[in-house]
């Protein structure tokens, strides 16, 4: 599909149903952000309960502060047909003339919406985890769309045990706006590598011999990491006060936690803290590394974007994309040491690295281009 037609694009995700969560926001709107770089008419809705519709409740707040156009992005109560920003008869109309959908984890189930659009995409920005529930009988939504899109670079691929559903899936890298995560120009606030996510995000899933685990799985496994390195570890961690043995392990080892609330709470704090770090520790869920799933987080490409070099667990995503400079790969505490240093001892190479491979392989218009390339959307007489 040629990139100069301009294709009418519902994208639902969620941005602030749980709100002052800075990252999670972002990875949806990238896919705003970059979509409506390349000239497309972009419409963002997020399903949510009922009650989030309150115009003075804190969701209803944090969507308004993320200044999405007002005609172009709602919340959606869908049991009552109800919304927060446009009606649900203009969301109606829009998706009556859409070219495609874009469906983060098939959240949005209204028919109204998705039976008028040709070209239905199923995002999933949890590979292996989306697929094990699908195939353990979980109704996801996999069905109601026309084509599955996926971060896991490896699904699909013979050495890759993640279930493919019975389904052909379009493998996605995980697209960064460059023109809104610019260079780091100042040194870092933070001497140290740094990251934002949850200790557990919700519950892991046994399919096929291989367990689908959390961050707290993979992170135990590095428990001893800043005692092997010379560089300084601070995590934005959500984790439960309850979990107290691993607060406990993760400070007597050196582990510097920060509050995520604080630090990431809405997208301009997440993007400050992340360029306001030296690099990233990027540790991934024990399911993503397990499944060798090629798993590449929105958030490393956020640090690569901004100058700051990115340290990774290994998920396979080095079959597509290039480590040594910027990049670098890790499986072991000691190699993670290893990575973590050969980054402080050349800065300057690894800062100016990350964001050469960010223009690269993550420019939101480059890896959204290809996307819709792939989806081969037709576009209707009203988007020409």
Known sequence: MPVSERLKILLSGMVAGDPHQGGASWAVLQYVAGLTALGHDVFLVEPVAEEKLDPAGETARY???????????????VDAQQTLGPSFAELRRFAEEADLLLNVSGMLREEQLLDPIAVRAFLDLDPGF???????????GIGLHT??????????????????????????????????????????EREAFTSVGHWRSYGSIEHGGIRYGQRAHSLRGLIELPRASDARFQLALGIHPDESRDLAALGANGWALLDPAVVASDPDAYADFVRGS????????????ASRSGWFSDRSACYLASGRPVVAQETGFSAFLPTGEGLLAFTTTANTAT????????????????????EEYLDARTVLSHLLERLAVPATQAAL
């Open 63 to 77: 969507f308004r502060s993320l200044s999405l156009p007002e005609d172009r992005a709602a919340l959606l109560a």
């Open 278 to 289: 030296m690099a990233e520790l990027s540790v991934a869920k024990s399911g993503y590394v």
């Open 339 to 358: 990575a973590a240093d050969a980054v402080m001892s050349d800065r300057k190479r690894h800062d100016a690295a990350a964001r050469a491979l960010a």
């Open 130 to 140: 989306n697929q094990a529930w699908a195939a353990s009988g979980e109704d996801i």
């Open 147 to 188: 084509h599955c899109v996926t971060v896991g670079q490896a699904l699909g691929r013979l050495d890759c045990p993640i279930p493919t559903c019975e389904r052909e899936w379009i493998a996605t890298l995980p697209p960064v706006a460059l023109d809104r995560w610019p260079v780091a120009r100042q040194a870092p």
